[in-house]
């Protein structure tokens, strides 16, 4: 046992006080007479022993009152198993993760409320010299900047919750501790957002303390993914919209209520069961009856995590996709299959009659058996292309391959081969083989993998090998479809002309929708229910009127003008997430116009609730010496912890426990002995 204060245990000279009172007694005799005293004396050999016990007593109990009062204030204490470790604390830098996961609770807690605290408690037991560093996971300027115990409280009082989080070496990068300094990092060791810790280097000349603060039987539900049923969003009509929940918890999770929300208006709810790390999916049907954006929303209940307990949205119903038919010949299949009035805004235009200023506003172009392509077509099919565009060819049996391969050229297309087809040849020799379903172009497009379907035809006067994707080709190993992706646009080739002599694909059922794919493709890729902050960038389409605008982002609370690129009719923006919360924002242009809503939501990481225990912490650290574990379940159990490791243990309050003993023995004694 050692004492922090030794020269105060000279107090125990105090002791021969009581000592000195005991063996003189300074209280003057008063002299009483009696009549008789024969029958008194045998009352005063009876009691004399008695008297003398009780002030034998009555001095022990008064010198053991001085002697324990005297050790207390000593301060005895058990010495630690590093001590001095706190006596060149002088340096210290605090981590307080402040992600939305601290929304954890421990014995009622929310596991941030517990950080601060032991952050407070480790600063009052540490001396009044030491100067405290803190971040959370804002990395704001001002953190950069060491504080006193005092401004330290204040900053503490500060901080909340924070869309943000860091991975721990980009943390103990901008904490930069110095050699001999101290790093305390209270953090719930997120396993999705703390990166790879087993490759984190922990300086030998830095003493780390991690404190982790988990609930290792939490659970939370998140809305993994939202997506439209059918392929376009109309108004005036039926349409489904399928949201799937995943439930990252050890426990089922029972009788969930979740509502759509449209503009604010609930308009369909259902209730779920969600089986343990499990995920359900659930369909809701919706009408919209005007043709404008609509603001959305998926609301759920699940404590005590919350931040992701709503999911937003934008439906934007899906205007008709503009299609431009060139040809030269006329043709009645390209016109049959973009006929819908509802889906399809078609022109079918002859070669020599073209409205060269319409193809600009258009989604897709499909050149139809064209045998010589003008120059004024192609460069304006080129710029079209560059603008996003989606041009289709279906070549000419005899195709002006100058011409052609001028546009190719200046689509940056690889170079074709141009043969004759031998259309008397066996039709089955040109069978097109399966698609590949796994193919991103072929998903949703069939209700079935079906490796045995009836394939058509195709006997192409077109070849082309090297880059680009070929979507379908013949059993002879000849490309039929492929997809090139040029500039900011798509081309999709077609091998062969749509006349029955090359290929019966007009008259086969796989025609209608492989031609709907490509023109669903055509619509702007941009156009998403949400976008979340984690993704670094993300492109709106704003259109050819929004040259040399500067866009702004809004809401009822913000509003902020993000990093961004504007190129032909793409915005490409990058967010500030740690200056945004989730939720709908307006896109507004400099000249006051709204170019449309954008949703916001929180990433997956965050809803992730899986973390790196004390013991995988202490697992992955067992080589560095430097680096401290602490298993706490509250903010005093820590600084008990932190003190009883490289403070000790303290005795000062059991000695306070037995002076009050004594005290009261005496009392006692004196009272009824």
Known sequence: MNFIYPQVLWGLAAVSIPVIIHLFNFQKPRKVLFSNVAFLRHVKDVNSSKLKLKHWLILFARIFFIVFIVLAFAQPYFPAEEEGLTDSMED??????????????????????????????????????????????????????????????????????????????????????????????????????????????????????MVPIQNKDVSNIFVDSLWIST???????????????????????????????????????????????????????????????????????????????????????TRGIRVMHVYEESQKYVPAVFSNPKLFDFVSEQVGQINYSAIEGMDVVVLDGLKDLPNSLISTLQEFVAKGGSLTIFPSAGVNKDSYSNLFAQLKLPAVSYTKADTAADNSMYELTPPDYKDPFFRNVFEKDDEKITMPYAKPVVTWTGRGNTLLRTRNNKSYLGQFESSEGSVYLFGAPLHQAYTNMARHAVFVPV????????????????????????????????????????????????????????????????????????????????????????????????????????????NSENVKIYDINSSEEFLETFKKASVGTPLWKYFIILCLIFLLTEILLIRFL
């Open 92 to 209: 210290v830098s605090v981590y307080l993760d402040n992600s939305f996961s601290m929304e954890n609770e421990l014995n009622e807690e929310k596991a941030l409320d517990i950080a601060v605290k032991s952050v407070q408690q480790l600063s009052q037991n540490l001396g009044a010299e030491v100067k405290y560093k803190v971040i959370t996971n804002d990395f704001e300027g001002r953190d950069q900047f060491h504080r006193n115990k005092n401004k330290l409280a204040e900053r503490l009082s500060e901080v909340t919750f924070s869309p943000v989080y860091r991975d721990f070496e980009s943390v103990s990068k901008r904490l930069d501790p110095q050699p001999g300094s101290s790093v305390f990092l209270f953090s719930d060791f997120q396993k999705s957002t703390a990166g790879a810790l087993e490759n984190f280097v922990a300086d030998t000349a830095v003493n780390y303390f």
């Open 231 to 317: 392929p376009f969003i109309k108004t005036g009509e039926n349409n489904e919209i399928t949201l799937k929940l995943f439930n990252d918890g050890k426990g089922d999770a029972k009788s969930v209520l979740v509502k759509l929300m449209l503009d604010d208006l609930q308009v369909s709810s259902t209730e779920v069961d969600i089986p343990a790390a499990s995920s359900v999916t659930t369909t809701f049907t919706f009408n919209i009856s005007e043709n404008q954006p609509v603001k959305g929303r998926i609301v759920f209940e699940d404590h005590p995590v919350s931040f992701d307990n709503e999911y937003h949205f934008v439906l934007n119903p």
């Open 515 to 622: 031609m709907y794919k490509i023109a669903m493709n055509s619509l702007n890729k941009s156009e998403r229910l949400a976008y979340s902050f984690q993704e670094p960038t993300f492109v709106l389409d704003v259109g050819q009127q929004a040259k040399n605008q500067v866009f702004k982002l809004r809401n009822e609370v913000a509003e902020l003008i993000p990093a961004q690129r504007l190129s032909g009719s793409n915005l490409f923006l990058e967010l500030p997430r740690d200056e945004m919360d989730a939720g709908i924002y307006t896109l507004e242009s400099s000249s006051g116009e709204k170019a449309g809503y954008v949703a916001l939501n929180y990433g997956k990481k965050e809803s992730l609730m899986d973390f790196y225990s004390a013991e995988e912490l202490s697992k992955l650290f067992s």
